[in-house]
T-cell receptor, first 117, second 113 residues
Framework: AQKITQTQPGMFVQEKEAVTLDCTYD???????LFWYKQPSSGEMIFLIYQGSYDQQNATEGRYSLNFQKARKSANLVISASQLGDSAMYFC??????????????FGQGTILTVHP | DTAVSQTPKYLVTQMGNDKSIKCEQNLGHDTMYWYKQDSKKFLKIMFS???????INETVPNRFSPKSPDKAHLNLHINSLELGDSAVYFC????????????FGEGSWLTVV
């Protein structure tokens, strides 16, 4: 079974509007972490935001927030006030477990976001 | 200063050659990783080193050999390159105890012809 699922291959948004990128995950581990990364056309992987499974509050970092719904196993990324520079591929990823596999990330398929002027 | 840096950024080489990609991090992290991104943009972990010790070794052909001379460096050596090795290779690092921020390098584009 897919551990991380991003069902939106592509999304379009108008500049200055908000957009939600979906991510669902599958794990039986009570301790896990969820990450979002941005990959612009230049190719680098930029860390955006992190949510731990025990975190009570939804994570926020500037214009990025993570809508964490634990019971639904979803960790959607919300980008507010979209900018042209937000056009990129976005990846959701999960870290499970403890010990030596702690830093291993499993990635989703990615969502290409296009911001229109 | 770039936190996680990889060299070279681009590498074009012929089948059968041996090549290396170097990675260095200046974040003081104790764990480093190699990930591979294929032509469909799918990212998968290959290896992880914690304090110079191999801790994750996914199902990777043994033509790929990582080496960590110290905890700030993790190099990837690939023997007998094949067409299917063409991909983007990302180095990453984190502090394993927390691992709530895992930083990636800029990627190394390997093309095997």
């Amino acid at each position: 079974a897919q551990k991380i699922t991003q069902t939106q291959p592509g999304m379009f948004v108008q500049e200055k509007e908000a957009v939600t990128l979906d991510c669902t995950y599958d794990t039986s581990d009570p301790s896990y972490g969820l990450f979002w990364y941005k990959q612009p056309s230049s190719g680098e992987m930029i860390f955006l935001i992190y949510q731990g499974s025990y975190d009570q509050q939804n994570a926020t970092e500037g214009r990025y927030s993570l809508n964490f719904q634990k019971a639904r196993k979803s960790a959607n990324l919300v980008i507010s006030a979209s900018q042209l520079g937000d056009s990129a591929m976005y990846f959701c990823a999960m870290r499970e477990g403890w010990g030596t596999s702690y830093g291993k990330l499993t990635f989703g398929q990615g969502t290409i976001l296009t911001v229109h002027p | 200063d770039t936190a996680v840096s990889q060299t070279p950024k681009y590498l074009v080489t012929q089948m059968g050659n041996d090549k290396s990609i170097k990675c260095e991090q200046n974040l003081g992290h104790d764990t480093m990783y190699w990930y591979k991104q294929d032509s469909k943009k799918f990212l998968k972990i290959m290896f992880s080193y914690n304090n110079k010790e191999l801790i994750i070794n996914e199902t990777v052909p043994n033509r790929f050999s990582p080496k960590s001379p110290d905890k700030a460096h993790l190099n990837l050596h690939i023997n007998s390159l094949e067409l299917g090795d063409s991909a983007v290779y990302f180095c990453a690092s984190s502090q394993i105890a927390t691992s709530n921020t895992i930083y990636f390098g800029e990627g190394s584009w390997l093309t095997v012809v």
